[in-house]
């Protein structure tokens, strides 16, 4: 209800509370039950920057995709107390061990009740992912009532922004998916007068057309008039 479309970055979507994944993924979620016990909770507090670093490495192919000086300037990140808080809490309130934020349980009820995305959505996931992978997305496309593209980059990890941001971008750019059966998509014409302050005052054709991802877009012949002198100009707007 908040928004006109989702690009959705390496994490798949499905209705109601989190189960218990497939074996395969329990085995990928090592780092979730080692924070959800007291040694790993402690170790993560102790060491939040070796244990973030470790993150990196795994959950991408070898390469590495990042340098020592790349993840020196994030590294000071991981040292403000807030990150082990709130990472801890994530993950333990999520399986059990800790008990969650007060202050969202509204908001978490209210997301856990949705049973379907009706938005046009984008998911971009890399083919070679170990920290979520590749499988948990199949069958995604059940939970989207509305346009849904899935796009799996081959030989990309965990963080395709940083491991191919090219890639990334062309799948934002790209047409949007086939409006479901049932939409509407058309377009109409609009005649718009606006005065202003006298002399000044301009009349605009506009045309809009209700796009296959649900949005519109608009476009107008302006003519603007400024004392004697007359502009016409074509403007599109999205």
């Known amino acids: 209800q ?41 170790f993560v507090r102790e060491n939040p920057t070796a244990f973030a670093r470790e993150q990196w490495v795994a959950w991408s192919p070898p390469g590495p995709w990042f340098t020592d000086d790349t993840f020196g300037k994030t590294a000071p990140s991981f ?7 709130v990472t801890l809490n994530f ?5 059990g061990a800790d ?8 908001l978490a009820q209210e ?13 971009i996931h890399g083919g070679t992912d170990t920290c979520l992978l590749p499988a948990s997305f199949a069958g995604q496309e059940q ?11 081959d030989g990309v990890g965990h963080f395709p922004t940083r491991e191919a941001p090219d890639r990334v971008a062309e799948a934002l750019a790209a047409a949007p998916p086939p409006a479901p059966p049932g939409w509407r998509t058309g377009s109409g014409m609009a005649l ?28 107008r012949s302006e ?14 707007y999205h």
């Open 192 to 219: 718009a007068m606006i005065d202003t302050i006298p002399p000044r005052g301009h009349h605009a054709e506009a045309r809009i057309a209700l796009r296959p991802d649900g949005l519109y877009a608009l476009s």
């Open 91 to 95: 993950y333990r309130s999520r399986w």
């Open 2 to 42: 908040r928004v006109a479309s989702i690009a959705a970055l390496s994490v798949p979507w499905a209705p109601g509370r989190i189960g218990v994944p497939p074996l395969s993924q329990v085995r990928a979620f090592w780092y979730q039950w080692f924070m959800n016990t007291e040694p790993g909770a402690a």
């Open 223 to 236: 003519e603007r008039r400024v004392g004697k002198e007359c502009r016409s100009r074509w403007s599109p």
């Open 111 to 123: 997301a856990e009740a949705a049973r379907s995305i009706a938005v046009p959505t984008l998911v």
């Open 143 to 153: 939970y989207f009532t509305g346009p849904y593209r899935q796009v799996e980059l």
């Open 79 to 85: 040292q403000n107390p807030d990150w082990a808080a």
């Open 99 to 106: 008990a969650p934020d007060p202050r969202f349980a509204a």
